[in-house]
Each structure stands twice: as C-alpha cells, then as structure tokens.
C-alpha cells in the first residue's frame, strides 16, 4: 500500500475522514475529528474499479467516515457525482504536483481540473 499523497495524517491514532474535515475547515474548526468508523477510498477507482490498483500505486486515497461519506448518503461520493467529481479533481491536482499533468492523462485519460 503506497502512502496517500492526499492526506498527510493516516496512523491509526490520527487519520480522520478527508471529507469532514474538509467541511471542518470551511466553518473555521481545526481541531480534532473522530478517529473510527473510517475507510480507505480511492479517489479516482474508474468503470468496475478499473484504476484502483493504480489510485492505490500512486497513493490516491484517503480516509472518508462510515456515517457520511463511505457508501450510502446524500454526501457519499458513490452516490454524489458532485462529491465524486470533487475527489477526482482533488486527486488529479495531487499527482500533477508530483508526477506532472502528462503522466495524469497517460494513467487516468480524463482531465478532472477542466470544469
């Protein structure tokens, strides 16, 4: 498993959901979020999950709550192609910083930051 190049703060002690504190930060709270009830998403997993070995390769992924944001909900990138296509967009910006726009498209074939 390669670490995320999203979120920083993954030990099992301090990794919080991506989304939450995303929201947490726009109201002005930077402290503490709960450590538990998480998964492991991969921000951009493609048609039938086609890029997650390669979300997981290039280490895009993070943490969202079960509550929230895992499968089910209005707020749950499954089931809001808002929230989805925010992911992707967070996770494209990730690995051009990194890797350049060039190796995003040969990997992934779709420009999120186009919108």
């Not at 999203?6 to 979020?33: D, F, H, K, V, W």
């Not at 997993?45 to 909900?73: D, S, T």
Request: aromatic letters at 12%; charged letters at 30%.
């Amino acid at each position: 498993m390669a670490k995320s190049i999203i979120q920083a703060r993954t030990g099992p002690s301090e990794r919080e959901c991506y989304l939450c504190r995303e929201e947490a930060e726009r109201n002005g709270y930077y402290g503490e979020l709960c450590h538990t009830g998480l998964h492991k998403h991969h921000f951009v997993y493609g048609r039938l999950g086609a890029f997650r070995k390669k979300a997981e390769h290039y280490g895009l992924w993070g943490y969202v709550c079960e509550a929230r944001h895992h499968e089910h909900g209005p707020e749950a990138p499954h089931c809001n192609s808002k929230v989805d296509e925010h992911l992707k967009r967070v996770a494209q910006q990730a690995f051009e910083e990194k890797y350049g726009h060039d190796l995003w498209m040969q990997e992934f074939g779709r420009n999120y930051l186009e919108k």
